[in-house]
Structure formats: structure tokens, C-alpha cells
């Protein structure tokens, strides 16, 4: 306020307003005779990922961008298994596994029993393989490897049928290339 609209550095501004973590872009300009616009375009946070000792929140395109803190969301999916040397060698390969663990959450959420048995966890294993806990009773749905689509179908039907028998499994092992047919289900 007070100051010439036209001494103010829109760039200048549109950077600093860019560093706070949750603003992906913000872009001012002018607007004669005396109004300076800002547009942000925010980030939204898809997935928690654990890094080492560090937790960070993550982009719906996998990107990390700042450790989580106090207020922040607390309700979101955690992605493990990523170690910090790993961001540090090759951040575009750490990036990748994110956007794929976020594709399998997104599978898992249209295919799978989300309502029943929603995703706490997915473990990025480094032979590169997934695991995922779901549930309230940490149920471990071993997937292996990719394609993950009908591993979520054929676990659904497992998880149902199991359900129907009032019975409490431990872990469903979705992971036999050999026989991709065969589920294994370990009860508690």
C-alpha cells in the first residue's frame, strides 16, 4: 500500500511468493490503475513418504516437496522403503517409484475394498516389488511385481470370500509369477 505500482518487481514478487513449499507457481501482474493480481497455483499433498528418519509429503506426480510438520494433513497414505541416499544418486528414479506406488494407491482405491480395508501403508521393496497394509488390522497384501490390476482384483475376491467366513487373515500373497493364478492367504 502507498507504493508506485509501477516500481514493484512483479518477478521478484511471483518468486518469493514461489517459496513457500505448498505454492507450485504463483504468477503477478499488473492491473491499471492501481491493482496488482496474484494467481498461485497450490500443491496438494497425495501421500506421506518416509525417507531414512524423515518424513516428507509428496505431489500427485510423485514429487517431494517439503518434510511434514505440525498441521499439516495426517490422514494420507505412507510410501516407505525409499532411502535417502536414493534421492540423492538419482531424484527423477525416486520420483518414478512414488508416481508408481501412487498409481497402485489409485488402483487399489477403484478396484480394491478401499471402503472396508483402506491403504495405511506401501512398501517400495528394492528388488522392485510392492507390499501394501490395509486396514485397521494392518492386513499385508503381498503384490510382487507390476502390473498390479488384477493382483488388486484377485484380492478383493480373497479378502471378500475371507470376510464372508469371518475370518482374519494376516497376510495374502498376490506374488507367484510362476502361477499367477494361485493366491496364499496366512491367517492371524
Given at each position: 500500500t502507498g507504493k508506485n505500482i509501477f516500481r514493484i518487481d512483479m518477478e521478484?514478487?511471483?518468486l518469493r511468493i514461489a517459496q513457500d513449499p505448498w505454492i507450485e507457481k504463483a504468477n503477478v501482474t499488473?492491473?491499471?490503475?492501481?491493482?496488482?493480481m496474484i494467481e498461485i497455483k497450490e500443491r496438494e499433498a497425495a501421500a506421506a513418504v518416509a525417507v531414512g528418519s524423515d518424513v516428507y509429503l509428496c505431489t500427485h506426480e510423485g514429487e517431494l516437496f517439503k518434510k511434514?510438520?505440525?498441521?499439516?494433513?495426517?490422514?494420507l497414505v505412507v510410501i516407505t522403503g525409499i532411502e535417502p541416499e536414493q534421492i540423492t544418486k538419482?531424484?527423477?528414479?525416486?520420483v518414478k517409484r512414488?508416481?508408481?506406488?501412487?498409481?497402485?494407491?489409485?488402483?487399489?482405491e477403484r478396484r480394491g475394498p478401499n471402503k472396508r480395508l483402506p491403504v495405511q501403508e506401501i512398501h517400495l521393496l528394492a528388488d522392485g516389488t510392492a507390499r501394501m497394509t490395509v486396514g485397521k488390522d494392518?492386513?499385508?497384501?503381498?503384490?510382487?511385481?507390476?502390473?498390479?490390476?488384477?493382483?488388486?482384483?484377485?484380492?478383493?475376491?480373497?479378502?471378500?470370500?475371507?470376510?464372508?467366513?469371518n475370518a482374519e487373515p494376516s497376510v495374502v500373497f498376490l506374488d507367484n509369477?510362476?502361477?499367477?493364478e494361485r493366491v496364499v492367504v496366512r491367517m492371524r
Open positions: 521478484a514478487a511471483g499488473r492491473r491499471l490503475p492501481s491493482t496488482i511434514i510438520e505440525q498441521g499439516d494433513p495426517g490422514n538419482d531424484r527423477s528414479a525416486v512414488v508416481r508408481g506406488a501412487l498409481d497402485l494407491l489409485g488402483q487399489y494392518a492386513v499385508t497384501l503381498e503384490l510382487g511385481r507390476y502390473p498390479y490390476g488384477n493382483k488388486i482384483l484377485k484380492a478383493a475376491r480373497v479378502l471378500d470370500e475371507v470376510a464372508r467366513r509369477d510362476a502361477h499367477p
